[in-house]
């Protein structure tokens, strides 16, 4: 109904064929049957009211939905398959018969959501008719609710209270505040569709926002932090002094056995050459680990006086200064092996005294 | 110049029960090569055993029964049951290495897999891993620590077949026959198991399997076609 | 006997010739909803704890992972799954007689219709929280869904876990739906009817309910389009659900009848659900108006109709593997009947196909209701057993002797299984304070299209098609 009325009246029956009586009245008196409603507890059979069937489209929603639930069946099945293909149990890329259960799934979810959307909106608009009401009617009372213009309102009075109407409400709608409610109340039932669609885009692009990494959750779960690599990058356990008794030569894979050279004070004096080349800048001067670069690392670099380092067997030195050690690089292809024991022997004396001069 | 990360194999492993003494070496090198977590007492008493190879011992007649070794680990069926039950693909296969791989940071824990195992050989992490120090330093870095909640399984230590795969590409050559080792193969004693190629008919596999009237497969009959033979000869005490 | 005595005793056992103005139906619907009676909150407390003990020790189960439970490496399934398919089997029963009597046209679902699909709700919501429960990694679920993403991977829909979410929340979403439409007059009375934060409720339910004829109309297309389409989806949810069995080739599981035999036994336990949760109503708001006689009669005749559907299609998937003798499937037999799964078989054996049989051929039984309301629990915890018994018995009995495992359910699986059901009866109660629990215009429908004729010197009821 377009709004042409001005008034909207209601009149409540204790019977269903007085209503229907007073119906067949008011259409007599020439009001369209558009703005004839009838109203009623629970539901009444159609053909009692001399008015036409309400027609719905919802056969038409019901297959709407439904085509659009097999396609969505038939993305989730071929496409996602298709878009990135694995294997799984020999079974083929998009199987038969499991097909056949997602299609049928998918068909009705979205049928029956359609049907439900559509049978809501449409109870809840328009919603302006509904601004005359009796709480009587949800009890056992039977209603008819009219739209009239001015010219109609008296004898379509007339006829309802003949008919046997009581509890006549009329709402006068020449006001503007109510000219106002209706406008805003088709607005309203418009609104809710806009509403709708704006509202499930705006949740398919948040969904698409997280999904695609846009943002994130970061919970401590990621498998990247890993405790078998990660207790290898941290300082290592040495063996107990003297567990594993290393004497003699130093086997290293790939490499010649190496024997160590005797401590002279030559060795030491070459061994201070090198550490001022090589280990100085990391290790300083008194190979304390406060190098000028020693800030740098983490862990810093050690101290090669104190008890740990000294505590080594010689061949454990040897094969650090070879191999290097987590952060500390390895020094084989700088050193020969001769060198390498020089500073060994160096390295070793620490305790004694400080090792080279800037 | 070849690209032996790109070839295809199809590794199988052979079992010969005849030599197999059920000392369970093999059990204690998986553990220790694939970071498989040790459950306590009262977890084994609940049948929650981690073993990504056991040694299934059955009693075979009447007392004094004799007992048999069934060395059990993922058979790596070509046509897994396993993996059409995961909801998240998180077992599948590979078509290049005919493995059945096992994807541990897609794996939500629905246990399915398992269900669907007619051998039983995929194991589910109910609690956190817990390896006291200093076992941790025995951790292999080329193998993820699973969690709970994740299932894992014999991999066919496919962290030593990526690296000898790699190892020949930097090379510029061909996988040898025999250059995979995993750990259990590596350690057996009385070399009962034995690991290779089926595709290459250099490697010991392939010839082994030739002809042979000892080869078997376990639960062959429900179609799951596994890559495991087991070699059984003499006087059968247990028939599959 | 006289036509005056006659009418008497119609009106006394049909509650639609019993018609009454619809201010004092109204009042008999809407008194118990607004008062608040003195067992309500000790109930509240007592089911509110419960089902608090279920989150809770699902917090734990998260934090400490599934080790707390009693799964182990043979039996990777038990509880959590068994109470999935045992609610969701409830669930069943709930729209089944909402729609399918609808379509039929059967009068005695009138006043119970609300009930019976209040049920399916909170059963189905329930359930789907098990298939999360029994997660290793609950917070990932959501790789489940099938939405766009940058993993490069969607769900596998091979799986029949993948079917089963599909048709979960498929069925949760339809049947609240189906709940909510079948609500809207209902909460329109409601929002005529009552005062305070009740009214504001139903008024938003009520989405501004006239009663017109399109309005009528639209509603009862809906209706009858989702009865039919509910309908559909019902039985292959329940379907799907056995498929969680059936897909796999575990010996006792891999068999064609599961489909089949789980629909029958969701109806089963549902109809008893039913029967429990109306008598509940009847006896506690004084409702002896509404539900009658007849409606527990037309409830226990239903109740022995699916008993015997039960019985034919559970002997199906018994002989089955009793003749085949197939040594795999004769020891999941072995192991049921005489081993660890006797007490509960034989249990389950008498509840669901003795009990019943031998007493609801007789009208006497059916209309008392102490009996009903025994049996009824009766055949819920047998059928919660029967899920036991598939799910963890038939899986501890796999293909090789080394992989016979006995399963025990532990604390807090006990927990979270009584927390599930706490979770239903806290579910009605508390909503049984909100909305009206009987559906009001099916039943005034029902009084305005029966009515009685004399015929000759009798009274007979006819009803207006």
Known sequence: ?358 | MADATQAEHKWTMVVDLDKCTGCQACVVACHAENNVPIRNKSEVQANRAQHWIRIERYWVGDPPAKARFLPMLCQHCNRAPCEPVCPVYASVHSQREHLNLQVYNRCVGTRYCNNNCPYVVRYFNFYDPYFPAPLTEQLNPDVTVRTAGIMEKCTFCIQRINRAEQQARTEGRDLGPDEVIPACVQTCPPSALLFGDLLNPESRVSKVLADNQRALRVLEHLGTEPAIYYLKGGKSYVRF | MGLDQQAQLERERHLLVDARPGRELNAMVLEPMMRIGRAFWPAVGVLGFLVLAWWVTWGFQMWWNLGITGLNRVVMWSLYIANYVYLIGIAEAGTFIAAALRLLDIDWRRPISRIAELLTVFCIFASALFPLAHLGRTWKFYWLLPYPNERQLWPNFHSALIWDLTATLSYLAMSTLFFYIDLIPDAALARDHVRGWRRTLNNWLALGWRGTERQWRLLKVAQLIFSIGILLIMPSVHTIVSYDFAMTIQPGWHSTVFGPYFVAGAIYSGVAAIIIAAILFQRLNHWGYFIRDEHLNGLGIFLLLTSLVWDYFFFQDFIVPWYGQVPTEKQVLLTMMAGRGQLAFWLMITTNAIIPFFTLWWRRVRTWWPAMLAISILIQLGLLLERYIIVTIDLGVRELPFNWGLYQPRAAELIMSTGAVAFVVLGFVVFSKLIPFVVLYEVKEGQFLVQLNRIGKGLIRSKME
């Open chain 1, 1 to 358: 109904m377009r709004g042409f009325h001005d008034y909207l009246v209601l009149g409540l029956f204790d019977d269903l064929g007085q209503a229907a009586d007073v119906v067949a009245a008011l259409c007599r008196l020439g009001i369209p049957e558009e703005r004839i409603k009838a109203l009623s507890p629970f539901p009444v059979p159609t053909r009692a009211y001399p008015l036409p069937r309400p027609r719905d489209r919802l056969a038409l929603v019901t297959a709407v939905g439904a085509a659009i639930g097999f396609l969505l069946g038939i993305f989730m099945m071929v496409g996602t398959a298709n878009l990135y293909p694995l294997d799984v149990g020999g079974q083929p890329l998009v199987p038969g018969p499991p097909s056949i259960v997602i299609l049928y799934e998918y068909t009705l979810l979205l049928m029956l959501t359609a049907v439900f959307l559509a049978c809501a909106l449409g109870i809840r608009t328009p919603a302006y008719w509904g601004q005359v009401y009796d709480p009587r009617l949800t009890e056992d009372a039977y209603g008819v609710l009219v739209g009239l213009t001015s010219r109609e309102l008296e004898p379509a009075e007339q006829a309802l209270r003949a008919g046997g109407a009581y509890g006549l409400r009329r709402l006068d709608e020449m006001g503007v505040g109510a000219r106002l409610r209706r406008w805003l109340g088709r607005q309203i039932s418009y609104g809710l569709w806009v509403a709708g669609i704006v509202g499930g885009v705006l949740a398919i692009a948040i969904l698409c926002v997280f999904a695609y990494g846009g943002l994130q959750w970061i919970y401590p779960d990621q498998m990247v932090t890993q405790q078998s690599v990660g207790d290898q990058e941290g300082p290592r356990l040495a063996a107990p002094t003297a567990a594993v008794p290393i004497q003699g030569p130093v086997l290293i894979r790939g490499q010649p056995a190496t024997e160590p050279l005797p401590g002279t004070a030559a060795s030491r004096e070459r061994g201070a050459d090198l550490f001022r080349n090589q280990c100085y800048l990391c290790h300083g001067n008194e190979g304390h680990g406060n190098g000028p670069l020693a800030g740098y690392y983490s862990p810093p670099p050690a101290d090669l006086a104190g008890p740990v380092v000294q505590s080594l067997p010689p061949s454990e030195v040897f094969r650090v200064i070879r191999l290097g050690r987590g952060v500390m690089p390895s020094l084989a292809e700088n050193l020969t092996a001769g060198e390498t024991w020089d500073l060994v022997t160096l390295v070793k004396g620490l305790a004694q005294g400080p090792a080279a001069t800037p």
